[in-house]
């Protein structure tokens, strides 16, 4: 279930990014001889308003065949190439707008339905609890909301910690599914832990969707900076061998989806969210083949006045395109290696 979700949630994304570039093109009269979801053989075809329509074999990206993007074997400029450096402009980055448009659009459903998380400093809330600890055999649960302890309510989610300074019993006032309850939890110095996992508690705060919308579009542009780092930070962990997590690959996507389907519908609009967004950010990345890479060879070749000819335009893009798959190669094993704790 985890996969067919996965393939879902990429397949949409993949296609409202390729739609972006395809309708910019349309809008100038640039024709789009095919358009693929899915790389390889094509499973399903079918064609109508001259173009192609796919599905195929490999589920990992797809494609917007754009006329005049490659070089004419005859040298002839048609469709893209016949473009000024706006209306190219226009083709490259509209697929990123697209992908963002559907990352607001679901984090203003999720801000309106859900609500926006805001931190209870005076709640802590128990996210993990530990094997044989002195949590579990108190009665503890991952969910549960400690407000007071031994009568005395929570000044901040750190008091928790408070309960080392006394060995003996300690009455835990906590909430489980909104409901209260006591729990007796037995301190001894030899335990050196208590158990948990824990943090703030949080409180969903629900937006008219045009407020929601607006707060998401804040969001991501205050997020864009640390997410273009982590990239970074990734790309350079997947060739050093130091993974640092902040990067994933179709495995460990598809991990994340199914711990979000275990959670509801919200966290799958959250995952998708955070998908899109990625995606429009990576494609902003200046690595040859990528938008934000194709965009920097059409500004490069403007500030040489036209020396970049197109056929090396393209052997840049191809170098470029086989470092992609070298990358995701890279990453699929640091995703394989931790899921089997490697």
Request: glycine content about 10%; charged content about 15%.
């Given at each position: 279930?985890?996969?067919?979700?996965?393939?879902?949630i990429l397949g949409v994304s993949i296609f409202?990014?390729?739609?972006?570039?395809?309708?910019?093109?349309?809008?100038?009269?640039?024709?789009?001889?095919?358009?693929?979801i899915g790389f390889g053989p094509p499973l399903v075809r079918f064609k109508r308003g001259g173009t192609e329509w796919r599905l195929s074999l490999i589920p990992l990206g797809g494609y917007a065949e754009i006329e005049g993007m490659v070089p004419d074997p005859d040298g002839r400029l048609r469709g893209y190439a016949r473009l000024g450096f706006l209306g190219k402009a226009f083709i490259l980055l509209a697929g990123v707008v697209m992908n963002l448009l559907l990352a607001w659009t679901l984090m203003a459903?999720?801000?309106s339905g859900q609500g926006i998380p805001r931190a209870i400093p005076t709640e802590a809330h128990i996210?993990?609890?530990?094997?044989?600890?002195?949590?579990?055999?108190a009665g503890l649960r991952p969910g549960d909301v400690i407000v007071a302890i031994d009568g005395q309510p929570l000044e901040a989610y750190t008091d928790l910690a408070k309960v080392k300074e006394?060995?003996?019993?300690?009455?835990?006032?906590?909430?489980?599914?909104?409901?209260?309850?006591?729990?007796?939890?037995?301190?001894?110095?030899?335990?050196e832990q208590i158990g948990v996992r824990y943090r703030p508690g949080v409180a969903y705060v629900q937006l008219p969707f045009p407020s929601a919308f607006a707060q998401a579009v804040q969001f991501s542009v205050g997020f864009f900076p640390e997410m273009v780092q982590s990239f970074i930070r990734g790309i350079l962990g997947a060739f050093t061998g130091t993974a640092t997590g902040e990067v994933v690959g179709p495995v460990g996507i598809v991990a994340m989806t199914g711990e979000a389907?275990?959670?509801?519908?919200?966290?799958?609009?959250?995952?998708?969210?955070?998908?899109?967004?990625?995606?429009?950010?990576f494609n902003l990345l200046p690595i040859p083949s990528l938008?934000?890479?194709?965009?920097?060879?059409?500004?490069?070749?403007?500030?040489?006045?036209?020396r970049i000819g197109p056929e090396h335009e393209a052997a840049v893009n191809f170098i470029g395109f086989m470092f992609l798959i070298f990358l995701i190669v890279m990453i699929t094993l640091q995703?394989?290696?931790?899921?089997?704790?490697?």
């Open positions: 279930m985890s996969l067919v979700l996965f393939l879902l409202v990014h390729e739609l972006g570039h395809y309708l910019a093109a349309r809008l100038q009269g640039v024709g789009v001889p095919a358009f693929s459903v999720l801000f996210v993990e609890v530990l094997p044989e600890s002195l949590a579990e055999r006394r060995p003996g019993p300690h009455a835990l006032t906590v909430l489980r599914d909104g409901a209260p309850l006591e729990i007796q939890l037995v301190w001894t110095p030899e335990a389907a275990q959670e509801g519908w919200f966290a799958l609009i959250r995952l998708m969210a955070v998908i899109n967004l990625s995606l429009a950010v938008d934000g890479g194709r965009l920097f060879m059409l500004v490069l070749n403007g500030l040489t006045r036209g995703d394989v290696q931790r899921f089997f704790g490697g």
